[in-house]
């Protein structure tokens, strides 16, 4: 089981699937999981639960996204003048641009840590934990935070206060 030492999002529009990208700069460690709308739906619900009962109703987390904007969809930008140059390249930034094939993200489970306000989550495709990690309540309202903030809300018919 990978040991997730950061976590990014991203929303494909061409799959209409939610990326949760494990590890990105480390090609041995990282993970693409493909998380679809009826997982978010069931995650979203789950991490309420988690906001009120372990993480003071989530004070943190509303203050981050109540501060925040919603990314903006990708728009045509102007093509900048080609540019020539070479470089000598690497055989490990040979293998960052190559893509594995994405997981389906089938199950997110946590567990918390008695007296302690910390959690491990692990990331389950086909009924096996391939990630996990362990993470405060601040981090945890972080990281939840940058996640609301890809989803593509109106589009997917759900509502953008779903955890108020």
């Known amino acids: 089981m990978i040991q997730i030492t950061n976590l990014t999002f ?3 529009s061409q799959e209409d ?3 949760f990208t494990i590890n990105h700069n ?3 460690e990282r993970i693409d999981f493909f998380v679809t709308r009826k997982m978010i739906i069931d ?3 789950g991490f309420d639960n988690i906001l009120i009962n372990l993480c003071d109703n989530g004070k943190l987390f509303k203050q981050l996204y109540k501060d925040q904007e919603p990314l903006k969809s990708e728009t045509k930008q102007e093509q900048p003048k080609e540019q020539k140059w070479e470089k ?3 055989d490990g930034e040979l293998n960052l641009t190559k893509a594995k094939e994405p997981v389906l993200l089938d199950a997110l489970s946590y567990t918390t840590h008695p007296n302690t306000n910390l959690m491990t989550f692990k990331f389950i495709s086909n009924g096996e934990p391939l990630a996990v990690s362990t993470m405060n309540c601040e981090l945890f309202q972080k990281t939840l935070s940058s996640l609301m903030r890809i989803i593509p809300f109106v589009a997917w018919g759900i509502s953008r206060h779903i955890l108020d």
């Open 17 to 19: 699937r939610l990326i």
């Open 43 to 45: 995650l979203l619900h």
């Open 26 to 28: 480390n090609y041995n």
């Open 88 to 90: 000598p390249i690497s």
């Open 10 to 12: 991203s929303y494909n």
